[in-house]
T-cell receptor, first 115, second 112 residues
Framework: DSGVTQTPKHLITATGQRVTLRCSPR?????VYWYQQSLDQGLQFLIQ???????AKGNILERFSAQQFPDLHSELNLSSLELGDSALYFC??????????????FGQGTRLTVV | GESVGLHLPTLSVQEGDNSIINCAYS??????FIWYKQESGKGPQFIID?????DKRQGQRVTVLLNKTVKHLSLQIAATQPGDSAVYFC???????????FGQGTRLTINP
């Protein structure tokens, strides 16, 4: 158990809908990262937050947004969903903004299926 | 641009044999490399890392080799066990370490 909690584990929704994925980082970690993984593809970096503020952005679609709340949990909002958005979405957390290394821990992921 | 790729998508080895998983990267500015293991239904799990000022690092049953001249990274797993079956990803990051760039992944299958 990495200590990073993601909910829900599975999500099935229809095209055009909006969903929210939730991540609770490890106790003491201030940074949260979101990644998308399609099938057996590599993980694509979406966005990073540190202590409530956006720190880095990857190839995140405009239909997607995220935020980190004062209690440090984070939510990834996906709207106007398309079939191609079906993927595993992972959250990772680390102590600081520049410590995406040994101190980073991944959650179990949320499997999103868009039908 | 940045890219981290893997030479082989699948690798099958006999239980007890050694495994070597390879990875090529293109960003010469990368200064930190990590191997992750991802088992079915789970998130990536850190295995071992290496900094760009090193060419070899050993862990428990695993060794990572870095060849900066040809931008090549490898993961060696000694005496593979059934529990080693997973997808292995290499990842790299540059200064500031704001994000990890992951490779495609290699699926390692251990044959009894």
């Amino acid at each position: 158990d990495s200590g990073v909690t993601q909910t829900p584990k599975h999500l099935i929704t229809a095209t055009g809908q909006r969903v929210t994925l939730r991540c609770s980082p490890r106790s003491g970690d201030l940074s949260v990262y979101w990644y998308q993984q399609s099938l057996d593809q590599g993980l694509q970096f979406l966005i990073q937050y540190y202590n409530g503020e956006e720190r880095a952005k990857g190839n995140i679609l405009e239909r997607f947004s995220a935020q980190q709340f004062p209690d440090l949990h984070s939510e990834l909002n996906l709207s106007s969903l398309e079939l191609g958005d079906s993927a595993l979405y992972f959250c990772a957390s680390s102590v600081g903004p520049g410590k995406m290394n040994t101190e980073a821990f991944f959650g179990q992921g949320t499997r999103l299926t868009v039908v | 641009g940045e890219s981290v790729g893997l030479h082989l998508p699948t690798l099958s080895v006999q239980e007890g044999d050694n495994s070597i998983i390879n990875c090529a990267y293109s960003n010469s500015a990368s200064d930190y490399f990590i191997w992750y293991k991802q088992e079915s239904g789970k998130g990536p799990q850190f295995i071992i890392d290496i900094r760009s000022n090193m060419d070899k690092r050993q862990g428990q049953r695993v060794t990572v080799l870095l060849n900066k001249t040809v931008k090549h990274l490898s993961l060696q797993i000694a005496a593979t066990q059934p529990g080693d079956s997973a997808v292995y990803f290499c990842a790299e990051t540059g200064q500031g370490a704001q994000k990890l760039v992951f490779g495609q992944g290699t699926r390692l299958t251990i044959n009894p």
